[in-house]
């Protein structure tokens, strides 16, 4: 690794991308390949001066927002962003200590053959970083074919603000977004290091989808509600889902997930192999 790779980085990607792909004019007399170094300062909302320093290894810690910007400014697909995450843990945060220790992804056996009771009802157990940690047949079935369990470990914020099927998955993405950050601020304004730096992670590899409604703030967690989901082999389906929150030292919560209507009912008992009716509607 060089001693400014964040700088050849962000240049390089400069460099790659015309000033038609931001919508702006080319006009005459460029004398720089891609964008100029005043018009990505621009997109990105922060000084020319600034970007300067970066490019030229002269400011080598930047914040989680200013590479949020700029991978929003230069249109980086998420492993682009990805990389450029890991390059500002090894050039400036590698030398962070974590005192705190991670939010446990081990289960409880009471837990788990809580899970094992539920069988084939949608549940899983999440973390304080929202990894879910544990989950019913059900659940698989359900989340499975949407891509949300494909992470290393799953995590729901990862799935929700960098995998493009997410919006598909989700009708109301907005709605779950807000639910997902409103969780995730809590652990936030507890000093949590683990949730702070996964937050720095999202700020770059998200952007502003992610970061504007972190610093918003007011956004209130609903442990219960309804949410659509548009599954690739059951349809849209109307699920309502209940948090029930562990014990404190678990920092866990279980996630249930019950139809909400008569034909959501029908069409999750097909899709996880009950006999029909056996996942009654809410309220039936």
Not at 16 to 26: C, I, K
Not at 110 to 121: E, F, I, K, Y
């Given at each position: 690794?060089?001693?400014?790779?964040?700088?050849?980085?962000?240049?390089a990607?400069?460099?790659?991308?015309?000033?038609?792909?931001?919508?702006?004019?080319?006009?005459?007399?460029?004398r720089?390949?891609?964008?100029?170094?005043?018009?990505?300062?621009?997109l990105?909302?922060?000084?020319?001066?600034?970007?300067?320093?970066?490019?030229?290894?002269?400011?080598?810690?930047?914040?989680?927002?200013?590479?949020?910007?700029?991978?929003?400014?230069?249109r980086?697909?998420?492993d682009?962003?990805?990389?450029?995450?890991?390059?500002?843990?090894l050039?400036?945060?590698?030398?962070?200590?974590?005192?705190?220790?991670?939010?446990?992804?081990?289960?409880?056996?009471?837990?788990?053959?809580?899970?094992?009771?539920?069988?084939?009802?949608?549940?899983?157990?999440?973390?304080?970083?929202g990894?879910?940690?544990?989950?019913?047949?059900?659940?698989?079935?359900?989340a499975?074919?949407?891509?949300?369990?494909?992470?290393?470990?799953?995590s729901?914020?990862?799935?929700?603000?960098?995998?493009?099927?997410?919006?598909?998955?989700y009708?109301?993405?907005?709605?779950?977004?807000?639910?997902?950050?409103?969780?995730?601020?809590?652990?936030?304004?507890?000093?949590?290091p683990?949730?702070?730096?996964?937050?720095?992670?999202?700020t770059?590899?998200?952007?502003?989808?992610?970061?504007?409604?972190?610093t918003?703030?007011g956004?209130?967690?609903?442990?219960?509600?309804?949410?659509?989901?548009v599954?690739p082999?059951?349809?849209?389906?109307?699920?309502?889902y209940?948090?029930?929150?562990?014990?404190?030292?678990?920092?866990?919560?279980?996630l249930?997930?019950?139809?909400?209507?008569?034909?959501?009912?029908?069409?999750?008992?097909?899709?996880?192999?009950?006999?029909p009716g056996?996942?009654?509607?809410?309220?039936?």
């Open positions: 690794m060089s001693d400014n790779e964040i700088g050849a980085f962000l240049r990607r400069r460099e790659a991308l015309s000033p038609a792909e931001v919508g702006l004019p080319a006009g005459p007399r460029r720089t390949p891609g964008l100029r170094r005043a018009e990505l300062a621009m990105a909302g922060i000084s020319v001066e600034y970007l300067a320093r970066l490019e030229q290894g002269r400011d080598r810690n930047p914040s989680a927002q200013v590479l949020g910007a700029l991978s929003d400014a230069l980086l697909p998420v682009a962003r990805v990389h450029l995450r890991r390059l500002s843990k050039q400036g945060h590698g030398h962070m200590c974590q005192a705190a220790p991670p939010p446990s992804r081990q289960v409880r056996p009471a837990v788990r053959a809580l899970l094992d009771r539920l069988g084939s009802t949608p549940a899983a157990v999440v973390n304080m970083l990894e879910i940690v544990a989950h019913t047949e059900g659940y698989e079935r359900l499975g074919p949407l891509g949300i369990l494909d992470g290393d470990p799953p729901l914020l990862r799935f929700v603000f960098t995998d493009p099927r997410a919006r598909d998955a009708p109301d993405w907005d709605v779950v977004a807000d639910q997902l950050v409103a969780a995730m601020a809590y652990g936030v304004s507890l000093g949590d683990h949730t702070a730096d996964l937050a720095r992670e999202l770059v590899t998200a952007g502003a989808p992610f970061s504007d409604r972190l918003a703030g956004l209130l967690r609903s442990r219960s509600g309804t949410e659509r989901v599954h082999e059951a349809g849209e389906l109307r699920l309502s209940e948090v029930l929150e562990l014990a404190e030292t678990d920092a866990q919560h279980v249930v997930h019950l139809p909400a209507d008569e034909a959501s009912s029908a069409a999750l008992d097909r899709l996880v192999g009950r006999r056996t996942l009654r509607a809410v309220g039936s």
